[in-house]
Each structure stands twice: as structure tokens, then as C-alpha cells.
């Protein structure tokens, strides 16, 4: 059986900090609060530094600087009307999942950010994983009415898992 959560470590300290389990709890909330089979899906995360996140934002989004996480979903699923709910994908099976996407994930800057927002480094990278895998889910930020929907399912996620709203 695939794993729900692929991790690959590019940056040690993501190891030492346990970015795996981490993940996996966040997708897994991400999935059952969507109403979604924690079996059938694989997500990909990749724990790297600075340098490396911001070569991968400079590549696909033509900004050459860091970021906290970066996201590639597997397929489209954003809804057409602003607002809306995006639709949900298929599973595959426990031996095949379907794949949501990717995600990649800053140590510096996810550190320099909680630090300075006086939150523990392991509920702001919670927080971005659900953020990052909602985006592979087809929720956005850029119109107002999208940005609604994906923060107030973001803040009932993490709700799910103790933490307090991001926003």
C-alpha cells in the first residue's frame, strides 16, 4: 500500500523536527473534514531550505525568492464561480492512490515566520500543509470571495487539531 504522504527530505533539520508525522496528521484531518477516504490519495511534501524553495518559486512562478510553501496540484480542481466550492477528486485504490500534487516546505522561513508570529514552528507548519493541500484541492486566495471559503475551511481544519485561528 502507498503511503498517504510521500516525504522527502532535502533539508536534515525538517527530519530532526518530524515533518512526516506532522503531515500526515495534517492531511489526514484536511481529508475527513473534505469528507474525503484517508485511503486512495498520496500527497508528495518535500522538507528543503531556503535556497531550494526559492529556485523551485523562481522556476514555476517567476519569483526568485523564498517562500514558506510552495504547492503543484496533480490536477484542476478549482471551481468556476468565486466563492464556490472547489470540486472534490476520485481515490484510487489502496495499492494505486490517486495523487493530489505537491508540496514543498521552507525550514527558514517557516521558522523565521512562527518565531515572529510567538506560535510553536509545529502549528505554523500544520497550518501550511492544510493550506498547501487545500490549494492542490482547488481552493485560492486571489479573489475575495475564494479567499473566504479556503481561510474559514482552513481555520475548521485546524480546529479539528487543537490550533487556534491563523488569521
Not at 102 to 126: N, Q, R, S
Amino acid at each position: 500500500m502507498e503511503p498517504l504522504v510521500d516525504c522527502v527530505i532535502e533539508d536534515e533539520r525538517w527530519q530532526a523536527f518530524g515533518l512526516e508525522p506532522l503531515a500526515v496528521r495534517a492531511v489526514q484531518a484536511t481529508l475527513t473534514a473534505l469528507g474525503l477516504p484517508e485511503t486512495g490519495f498520496t500527497l508528495a511534501v518535500m522538507g528543503c531550505d531556503d535556497a531550494r524553495i526559492a529556485a523551485l518559486n523562481a522556476s514555476f512562478r517567476d519569483k526568485p525568492t523564498s517562500t514558506n510553501v510552495l504547492s503543484w496540484p496533480y490536477d484542476d480542481l478549482s471551481a468556476e464561480g468565486e466563492g464556490d466550492t472547489p470540486g472534490l477528486p476520485e481515490p484510487g485504490d489502496r495499492d494505486d492512490p490517486a495523487s493530489l500534487g505537491d508540496l514543498a516546505l521552507a525550514y527558514d522561513t517557516c521558522a523565521l515566520e512562527a518565531a515572529a508570529a510567538g506560535k510553536p514552528l509545529a502549528d505554523h507548519v500544520t497550518h501550511l500543509v492544510v493550506h498547501g493541500l487545500l490549494h492542490c484541492l482547488g481552493y485560492d486566495h486571489i479573489r475575495e470571495g475564494d479567499a473566504t471559503l479556503m481561510e474559514g475551511t482552513e481555520v475548521r481544519i485546524l480546529a479539528t487539531l487543537g490550533l487556534s485561528d491563523p488569521y
